[in-house]
């Protein structure tokens, strides 16, 4: 499990107790954030408090490492989770204020993760909330009658998932849900590694001790006398296997005061196993129990592929098994846990099944957890595909002939490439730069260059000889204390390594050479793959971890400081989860190197990217008060070869050609909030001001190729995107307000690259829009208040509720004969334009002809609550800012096209907001 602790794995775990106390004293003193100034002050005044409880402990070194482990914890944040969940009852944390729920596990739970993990607490404390959260979520056990959940929880790859997940079941466990059942990923050594979390993190005991009496984790921390905290129903050593409780006569008591707990891999036999167990217990029929399904990796084989893949809706085997293990009760909760989420929302909500009943679309609830600031993810590595970020990086250029893309499982490997020799060169130094910081954690390296086993067994020997090699030097010529210049040729390497990869690591080499010995004594080359999938111990090493497809899924590295990661993957989701160096590295976040090929760091760029653009659609779509059912997801593809997810896990999509060719998109209506008008109105002044810098020399006034307005020609589409993304739109049109900046941005058509912008004026006042920008006098519209009770909008009526007078555009450029009107003028409009409408509102509202008494006074009223929501919202503004986008050609035609998967509701939202046409669509991945 990947710690959200500052720096848990750089402190020895007898300082943990003393670290987690200075912190408890910082924040009781102080609180959070607190001044830094004043957590210095009480760091220091502390150490007699500390050194009088545990004199033989803390030497001056050990006071350093819990004074700076204190600092890092204090200053990590997290942001809230966002929530897609408009439809539910509040029940768990009114239940826990009122005594009716006790959290004694949790509780438990809460000092095992202060204590022996050392989270940070503002870390602990967003947990905290999150897990109420989910939890109540989740359903009330102890609502009588027939009741199901089903929901999503989103979080980053390697970010403490694992972590969050216990801490929601120690919490569901405490509410009264007394079946769990854990599902991890397909691997024995991932269920393995998820049965000792849960071990640790809720039973309490070691399962992997034959008399189970080891007390481990929240066992150490008990907060009630001989409290039971569960009957575990799988052991570190063995799935769940029905004759084992046959035999021992195992029986579910209803009435017991601990739940039953099962971590069981996602394998049809496991999980026909537990079907067939729980049937016999209760006689074949339905039972009442309250029932709790944790779906780890839920993108993983979970989803029904059968769709996608043959048009038969019938479930794919372990889609089938986990929905007959939730029917077999009347009450259960489905909650599905992943990183990677696309194929989950891709599931067709509308998925019915006579014998197994819904499909595991979330239809209840979308849960995204934030990652704390500690948190190393793929922006820290790879940047946006806008701001690229490469210090950490090193591009593989000499791979293809060793490790050819889409080599068949027969490859013959006879060397390694120099890269990979010199990321094992760096390994070895990075991890002497770390024992030299005092840094005891684990140290890791991975190697993943193919998925086929004979491949990864070939790379194994090879890297085997070359760490071989480098080890031997060290232990003969390298013996501490060293001295004089180096003579061998592997210290000349890893020297040079030094220089080249680690001079800014605020170290000397003579330093760092003393400590290579220790670097590599006990650290291992290990074959990490499904041939060796069985681990007999959860023991942390220090190694170089050789594998494929088997460390991309949950499998934790710990301590991982060098990854070579050289491989062609065909789906977002998949690529995401191989980056096994995401995660939390602790005082050793700078010596941290990724060997990649520049192309796949550009797809991590590009899905790093659309993940976020999920995570805004998701707070969007909760904005507006949508249910996940409702949720038209849009993800932009890859232009080249990279799927969104594996055609196998897309079970109801759509790819999309939209193309803006011949599209007028105009913001006919603006929310009614201050912060909005104010936003808008920045927004369009930084976009001119800008302009003007890219174009010095030239005046707004200047009037170029016939343009009837003040204006410039010549004008990037980044700028134009730029201020798209920095405007905002009515929420109600969700696709576009999202990704329209992203679909100019993303044009790479010649005709799409320069634009013209004018400024519309009109007959209303005087405007100073930027420094040296004046618009005489500004356009005056017929605006409209509404709302509804929850969102308010300024609507810009006009005729046909339009912002643009139909020949509007035909003044942008000069063109012969009379005025062009719309639509007929974007087949000659020579460049993609924008037009800037700084509006001076008319609230005036005219009563109908013939018009009542009543008519008027309506129209009256009407436009006194306009003027009043205007001055409210106005505030300093004196325009409603409002856009107009043209985009040359016929609607329809294939220039300015951006391809996008959709899911059901999206597609039908591009129809009614785009009219998208039969030659539109166009199914890409079958």
């Given at each position: 499990?990947?710690?959200?602790?500052?720096?848990?794995?750089?402190?020895?775990?007898?300082?943990?107790?003393?670290?987690?106390?200075?912190?408890?004293?910082?924040?009781?003193?102080?609180?959070?954030?607190?001044?830094?100034?004043?957590?210095?002050?009480?760091?220091?005044?502390?150490?007699?408090?500390?050194?009088?409880?545990?004199?033989?402990?803390?030497?001056?070194?050990?006071?350093?490492?819990?004074?700076?482990?204190?600092?890092?914890?204090?200053?990590?944040?997290?942001?809230?989770?966002?929530?897609?969940?408009?439809?539910?009852?509040?029940?768990?944390?009114?239940?826990?204020?009122?005594?009716?729920?006790?959290?004694?596990?949790?509780?438990?739970?809460?000092?095992?993760?202060?204590?022996?993990?050392?989270?940070?607490?503002?870390?602990?404390?967003?947990?905290?909330?999150?897990?109420?959260?989910?939890?109540?979520?989740?359903?009330?056990?102890?609502?009588?009658?027939?009741?199901?959940?089903?929901?999503?929880?989103?979080?980053?790859?390697?970010?403490?998932?694992?972590?969050?997940?216990?801490?929601?079941?120690?919490?569901?466990?405490?509410?009264?849900?007394?079946?769990?059942?854990?599902?991890?990923?397909?691997?024995?050594?991932?269920?393995?590694?998820?049965?000792?979390?849960?071990?640790?993190?809720?039973?309490?005991?070691?399962?992997?001790?034959?008399?189970?009496?080891?007390?481990?984790?929240?066992?150490?921390?008990?907060?009630?006398?001989?409290?039971?905290?569960?009957?575990?129903?799988?052991?570190?050593?063995?799935?769940?296997?029905?004759?084992?409780?046959?035999?021992?006569?195992?029986?579910?008591?209803?009435?017991?005061?601990?739940?039953?707990?099962?971590?069981?891999?996602?394998?049809?036999?496991?999980?026909?196993?537990?079907?067939?167990?729980?049937?016999?217990?209760?006689?074949?029929?339905?039972?009442?129990?309250?029932?709790?399904?944790?779906?780890?990796?839920?993108?993983?084989?979970?989803?029904?592929?059968?769709?996608?893949?043959?048009?038969?809706?019938?479930?794919?085997?372990?889609?089938?098994?986990?929905?007959?293990?939730?029917?077999?009760?009347?009450?259960?909760?489905?909650?599905?846990?992943?990183?990677?989420?696309?194929?989950?929302?891709?599931?067709?909500?509308?998925?019915?099944?006579?014998?197994?009943?819904?499909?595991?679309?979330?239809?209840?609830?979308?849960?995204?957890?934030?990652?704390?600031?500690?948190?190393?993810?793929?922006?820290?590595?790879?940047?946006?595909?806008?701001?690229?970020?490469?210090?950490?990086?090193?591009?593989?250029?000499?791979?293809?002939?060793?490790?050819?893309?889409?080599?068949?499982?027969?490859?013959?490997?006879?060397?390694?490439?120099?890269?990979?020799?010199?990321?094992?060169?760096?390994?070895?130094?990075?991890?002497?730069?770390?024992?030299?910081?005092?840094?005891?954690?684990?140290?890791?390296?991975?190697?993943?260059?193919?998925?086929?086993?004979?491949?990864?067994?070939?790379?194994?020997?090879?890297?085997?000889?070359?760490?071989?090699?480098?080890?031997?030097?060290?232990?003969?010529?390298?013996?501490?204390?060293?001295?004089?210049?180096?003579?061998?040729?592997?210290?000349?390497?890893?020297?040079?390594?030094?220089?080249?990869?680690?001079?800014?690591?605020?170290?000397?080499?003579?330093?760092?050479?003393?400590?290579?010995?220790?670097?590599?004594?006990?650290?291992?080359?290990?074959?990490?793959?499904?041939?060796?999938?069985?681990?007999?111990?959860?023991?942390?090493?220090?190694?170089?971890?050789?594998?494929?497809?088997?460390?991309?899924?949950?499998?934790?590295?710990?301590?991982?400081?060098?990854?070579?990661?050289?491989?062609?993957?065909?789906?977002?989701?998949?690529?995401?989860?191989?980056?096994?160096?995401?995660?939390?590295?602790?005082?050793?976040?700078?010596?941290?190197?990724?060997?990649?090929?520049?192309?796949?760091?550009?797809?991590?760029?590009?899905?790093?990217?659309?993940?976020?653009?999920?995570?805004?659609?998701?707070?969007?779509?909760?904005?507006?008060?949508?249910?996940?059912?409702?949720?038209?997801?849009?993800?932009?593809?890859?232009?080249?070869?990279?799927?969104?997810?594996?055609?196998?896990?897309?079970?109801?999509?759509?790819?999309?050609?939209?193309?803006?060719?011949?599209?007028?998109?105009?913001?006919?209506?603006?929310?009614?909030?201050?912060?909005?008008?104010?936003?808008?109105?920045?927004?369009?002044?930084?976009?001119?001001?800008?302009?003007?810098?890219?174009?010095?020399?030239?005046?707004?006034?200047?009037?170029?190729?016939?343009?009837?307005?003040?204006?410039?020609?010549?004008?990037?589409?980044?700028?134009?995107?730029?201020?798209?993304?920095?405007?905002?739109?009515?929420?109600?049109?969700?696709?576009l307000a999202n990704s329209l900046h992203k679909l100019i941005r993303d044009q790479r058509s010649p005709a799409f690259q320069d634009w013209t912008v004018g400024i519309?004026?009109?007959?209303?006042?005087?405007?100073?829009?930027?420094?040296?920008?004046?618009?005489?006098?500004?356009?005056?519209?017929?605006?409209?208040?509404?709302?509804?009770?929850?969102?308010?909008?300024?609507?810009?009526?006009?005729?046909?509720?339009?912002?643009?007078?139909?020949?509007?555009?035909?003044?942008?450029?000069?063109?012969?004969?009379?005025?062009?009107?719309?639509?007929?003028?974007?087949?000659?409009?020579?460049?993609?334009?924008?037009?800037?409408?700084?509006?001076?509102?008319?609230?005036?509202?005219?009563?109908?002809?013939?018009?009542?008494?009543?008519d008027r006074a309506a129209a009256v009223e009407e436009e006194a609550t306009a003027r009043t929501a205007w001055e409210e919202a106005a505030g300093d503004s004196k325009?409603?800012?409002?856009?107009?986008?043209?985009?040359?050609?016929?609607?329809?035609?294939?220039?300015?096209?951006?391809?996008?998967?959709?899911?059901?509701?999206?597609?039908?939202?591009?129809?009614?907001?785009?009219?998208?046409?039969?030659?539109?669509?166009?199914?890409?991945?079958?």
């Open positions: 499990m990947s710690n959200p602790a500052a720096a848990v794995s750089s402190v020895p775990p007898n300082l943990l107790p003393k670290v987690a106390l200075l912190v408890q004293t910082i924040v009781t003193k102080h609180g959070l954030p607190a001044p830094v100034e004043a957590v210095e002050e009480t760091i220091q005044s502390s150490r007699a408090f500390l050194q009088g409880l545990f004199p033989e402990e803390i030497d001056d070194d050990s006071y350093k490492l819990i004074a700076n482990e204190a600092m890092k914890q204090i200053v990590v944040d997290i942001a809230p989770p966002i929530v897609l969940a408009p439809d539910f009852e509040p029940w768990f944390k009114d239940a826990v204020a009122s005594g009716e729920i006790r959290l004694e596990r949790w509780y438990s739970y809460k000092q095992f993760l202060t204590v022996d993990k050392g989270f940070a607490p503002k870390v602990l404390d967003a947990l905290d909330q999150a897990s109420s959260e989910v939890v109540d979520l989740l359903g009330d056990p102890n609502l009588d009658g027939a009741w199901k959940r089903r929901g999503l929880v989103i979080g980053d790859v390697q970010s403490g998932k694992t972590a969050t997940y216990i801490g929601i079941v120690n919490k569901a466990a405490d509410a009264g849900y007394k079946l769990v059942v854990l599902l991890t990923g397909a691997t024995e050594s991932l269920r393995q590694q998820t049965q000792y979390r849960v071990d640790e993190g809720f039973l309490g005991k070691d399962s992997s001790v034959v008399k189970h009496d080891k007390i481990i984790g929240v066992g150490k921390h008990p907060t009630q006398t001989k409290f039971l905290r569960g009957q575990g129903m799988t052991t570190h050593a063995k799935d769940f296997v029905t004759a084992s409780f046959t035999g021992q006569a195992v029986t579910i008591d209803p009435n017991a005061d601990h739940p039953y707990v099962f971590v069981v891999k996602k394998n049809l036999k496991p999980l026909e196993n537990i079907i067939a167990w729980l049937q016999g217990q209760f006689s074949g029929g339905k039972f009442d129990i309250p029932m709790l399904v944790v779906d780890d990796e839920s993108d993983y084989a979970s989803v029904n592929t059968n769709y996608r893949t043959t048009g038969d809706k019938s479930p794919t085997a372990i889609n089938s098994r986990i929905r007959e293990l939730l029917d077999l009760t009347t009450r259960s909760s489905y909650m599905a846990f992943t990183a990677t989420p696309f194929a989950n929302v891709f599931i067709d909500h509308e998925s019915y099944d006579d014998a197994l009943k819904d499909d595991l679309f979330p239809h209840h609830y979308i849960f995204a957890l934030s990652s704390p600031t500690n948190y190393v993810g793929s922006k820290n590595y790879f940047g946006t595909s806008d701001e690229k970020l490469v210090s950490n990086l090193v591009d593989i250029t000499d791979a293809h002939e060793d490790f050819p893309p889409r080599h068949k499982s027969h490859l013959s490997v006879s060397f390694l490439p120099e890269s990979l020799n010199q990321a094992i060169h760096a390994f070895v130094v990075a991890s002497a730069i770390r024992l030299a910081r005092g840094d005891k954690g684990a140290r890791s390296m991975l190697v993943n260059v193919s998925r086929f086993k004979h491949v990864q067994s070939q790379v194994y020997d090879l890297v085997s000889l070359e760490y071989a090699r480098v080890k031997n030097a060290i232990e003969i010529h390298a013996q501490p204390p060293t001295t004089g210049p180096d003579t061998h040729e592997v210290l000349k390497q890893l020297a040079a390594t030094f220089e080249t990869r680690f001079a800014d690591s605020q170290t000397s080499w003579p330093v760092v050479r003393d400590k290579l010995l220790a670097a590599v004594i006990d650290t291992t080359v290990e074959l990490v793959n499904s041939s060796r999938d069985k681990r007999s111990d959860d023991k942390v090493r220090n190694m170089i971890a050789v594998g494929g497809d088997v460390l991309s899924r949950g499998l934790t590295v710990e301590g991982l400081t060098v990854s070579y990661f050289y491989r062609v993957v065909g789906a977002a989701d998949t690529l995401l989860q191989m980056a096994r160096w995401f995660g939390y590295r602790p005082g050793y976040e700078d010596l941290v190197r990724v060997w990649i090929s520049p192309d796949v760091a550009d797809q991590f760029r590009f899905v790093s990217d659309v993940s976020e653009e999920l995570r805004v659609q998701i707070g969007e779509m909760r904005e507006l008060g949508k249910t996940p059912e409702d949720f038209g997801l849009m993800v932009r593809k890859h232009p080249e070869t990279l799927a969104i997810t594996a055609k196998k896990g897309v079970s109801e999509s759509r790819s999309m050609v939209i193309s803006l060719s011949g599209r007028r998109i105009e913001t006919i209506r603006i929310p009614a909030n201050a912060d909005v008008v104010a936003g808008n109105q920045r927004a369009v002044r930084d976009f001119l001001i800008a302009v003007d810098a890219d174009t010095s020399g030239s005046d707004w006034n200047e009037r170029p190729n016939g343009l009837d307005y003040m204006g410039k020609v010549g004008i990037s589409k980044d700028r134009i995107a730029d201020l798209l993304k920095a405007f905002t739109y009515d929420r109600g049109n969700l696709i519309v004026s009109g007959t209303g006042d005087k405007l100073k829009l930027a420094p040296g920008v004046v618009l005489p006098r500004m356009p005056k519209r017929a605006v409209r208040y509404s709302t509804d009770g929850t969102n308010a909008t300024f609507r810009v009526s006009g005729s046909s509720a339009r912002l643009a007078g139909s020949t509007d555009l035909a003044k942008t450029y000069d063109h012969k004969g009379g005025d062009l009107v719309e639509p007929g003028v974007y087949r000659e409009l020579p460049h993609p334009t924008l037009l800037i409408y700084p509006l001076e509102p008319n609230w005036e509202v005219k009563p109908p002809e013939p018009a009542t008494d009543a325009a409603l800012m409002a856009l107009k986008i043209a985009i040359p050609g016929e609607p329809g035609s294939k220039s300015g096209d951006v391809v996008y998967l959709l899911n059901g509701p999206a597609i039908e939202e591009f129809r009614q907001d785009f009219e998208v046409s039969a030659d539109d669509r166009e199914d890409l991945d079958e």
